[in-house]
Nanobody
């Protein structure tokens, strides 16, 4: 999985927006579920947002509901995380993850087959 964080990297002011992208290769995209897991310094990991490609069902953690949206472009084998109204507490390393079979409980348990290298998102207040 390869990930990217827009034109300006992962630095944004509070209240701003940023889009993360994650591109998959080497397997059948629609057979998988993908999501972002984040980890802030000194805090536990958090399963943020997840999408099941076969039916576009999504999950968002309560901490980001109404602010984050996860979508997919099946033609590009790419998943996007649109993050709006960013807050200082969203500062973390965001890992794109993927797993065959798309069961949400694997994502919530951080039990994913594939992990991207991580993208640092810094929200300045």
């Amino acid at each position: 999985l390869s990930s990217a964080a827009g034109v300006w990297g992962g630095l944004v002011q509070a209240g701003g927006s940023l889009r993360l992208s994650c591109t998959a290769s080497g397997f059948v995209f629609r057979d998988y579920g993908f999501g972002w897991i984040r980890q802030a310094p000194g805090k536990e990991r958090e399963a943020v947002s997840y999408i099941r490609i076969v039916d576009d069902s999504v999950y968002h953690a309560d901490s980001v509901k109404g602010r984050f949206a996860i979508t997919s472009d099946n033609a590009k084998n790419t998943v996007y995380l649109q993050m709006n109204d960013l807050k200082a507490e969203d500062t973390a390393v965001y890992y794109c993850t993927g797993r065959f079979g798309s069961a949400l409980h694997y994502f919530l348990g951080f039990d994913m087959d594939y992990w991207g290298k991580g993208t640092l998102v810094t929200v300045s207040s």
